[in-house]
């Protein structure tokens, strides 16, 4: 995954998954795992209690070919997750890749569920020490556990999914993806049931849907989701309005329409679709306010939070975007985000 750092003076940032926004930044996160628990979730790494790495909420997520990550999801599980316990509780969740959105989905979980355990399980122990004091039991990938999980939630870019496969048993998992793959490139409507990128023609595409494609075939859940933002955790700060800000001129064009959602409501949306416990199903996340470049610039502007002022877009022939509408997730889900649009989280009215 590809990210831009923000200034100190954003208050917002993009954790951009769309393909539309090349320098921005890219999220195709997650691919699937085996799960435990209700999931047997079987990895040659399991999760444990000790220290496991965060994965780097905003990291870069390193090319993959279609096919070494075709093998990767179907490979063998080499031991089942399990808790250092070997008990498991009704509401025990297991985060693989708690990053930013990970570790939100934690908060948001433990409210719900004060007593249960959640484990976050990462690629080194770097972060080991900020997860165990927000209550998240670290696990490094390539631990064993026999703790089966009934809710899994994947949060990591593609890259970190070389050794899980796809075979979903029982229990609740949930793969987070993203908009990418809707085929849809002139600033057209997409929702939950439009045409996706045929394989073949995407590296990138290509290995969402592969995944994407075990994960749903195994029983588990995807959610796509649209442009990530969020306004806290300076360190995690990263947008595309920040990289624009500091360019002062970009030479892309201000009329493709890029989707949004924060990371508060990714996050709640994910926890509503884990508890409805469904299986084979896509979802999709956005703000059902879609907004071209020019106009994302252009509440920046008027928020006045931001000291620096942009100059323009000078592009005039690359790719245009999508309008992104998930009113089907969210009937069925029940949901409803706690900022409808980037416009109002800044303070505007519109």
């Given at each position: 995954m590809e990210t831009i750092g923000c200034s100190r003076l954003s208050l917002a940032s993009f954790h951009t998954h769309t393909s539309s926004l090349p320098q921005l930044v890219f999220t195709p996160k997650l691919l699937p795992l085996s799960l435990s628990s209700c999931y047997r979730l079987s990895f040659q790494s399991s999760v444990s209690f000790p220290s496991p790495p965060l994965a780097n909420p905003i990291s870069k997520a390193a090319t993959l070919s279609s096919l070494s990550m075709e093998s990767s999801l179907q490979g063998n599980a080499a031991s089942t997750l399990v808790s250092s316990s070997g008990k498991v509780g009704e509401y025990d969740l297991l985060i693989v890749g708690p990053g930013v959105l990970g570790r939100?989905?934690?908060?948001?979980?433990?409210?719900?569920?004060?007593?249960?355990?959640?484990?976050?399980?990462?690629?080194?122990?770097?972060?080991?020490?900020?997860?165990?004091?927000?209550g998240i039991n670290p696990s490094l990938k390539g631990m064993e556990m026999d703790h089966k999980f009934p809710y899994v939630i994947f949060c990591a870019p593609p890259s970190r999914t070389s050794d899980y496969p796809g075979d979903v048993s029982a229990g609740s998992f949930l793969f987070t993806s993203s908009s990418a793959p809707y085929d849809c490139f002139d600033n057209g409507s997409c929702d939950e049931d439009s045409p996706v990128v045929p394989i073949g023609r995407s590296p990138r595409t290509d290995v969402l849907l592969k995944a994407e494609k075990v994960v749903v075939e195994s029983g588990g859940c995807v959610l796509r989701l649209a442009g990530l933002y969020?306004?806290?955790?300076?360190?995690?700060?990263?947008?595309?309005?920040?990289?624009?800000?500091?360019?002062?001129?970009?030479?892309?064009?201000?009329?493709?329409?890029?989707?949004?959602?924060?990371?508060?409501?990714?996050?709640?949306?994910?926890?509503?679709?884990?508890?409805?416990?469904?299986?084979?199903?896509?979802?999709?996340?956005?703000?059902?306010?879609?907004?071209?470049?020019?106009?994302?610039?252009?509440?920046?502007?008027?928020?006045?939070?931001?000291?620096?002022?942009?100059?323009?877009?000078?592009?005039?022939?690359?790719?245009?975007?999508?309008?992104?509408?998930n009113s089907k997730t969210r009937k069925e889900i029940g949901w409803q985000p706690k900022y409808p649009s980037f416009a109002q989280f800044l303070g505007l009215s519109g």
């Open positions: 939100l989905v934690a908060e948001q979980w433990r409210q719900e569920h004060p007593g249960c355990q959640i484990v976050g399980q990462t690629m080194t122990t770097d972060h080991h020490d900020e997860l165990i004091k927000m969020i306004s806290f955790l300076s360190s995690f700060l990263r947008g595309a309005h920040s990289y624009w800000l500091e360019k002062g001129t970009v030479d892309v064009r201000p009329d493709h329409v890029l989707n949004l959602i924060h990371y508060e409501d990714a996050a709640s949306l994910s926890i509503a679709i884990l508890k409805k416990k469904l299986r084979g199903r896509i979802f999709l996340g956005c703000d059902n306010h879609p907004l071209s470049r020019q106009e994302v610039m252009d509440f920046v502007d008027r928020s006045g939070k931001f000291s620096k002022k942009f100059q323009g877009f000078t592009g005039t022939s690359d790719p245009l975007g999508k309008r992104l509408n």
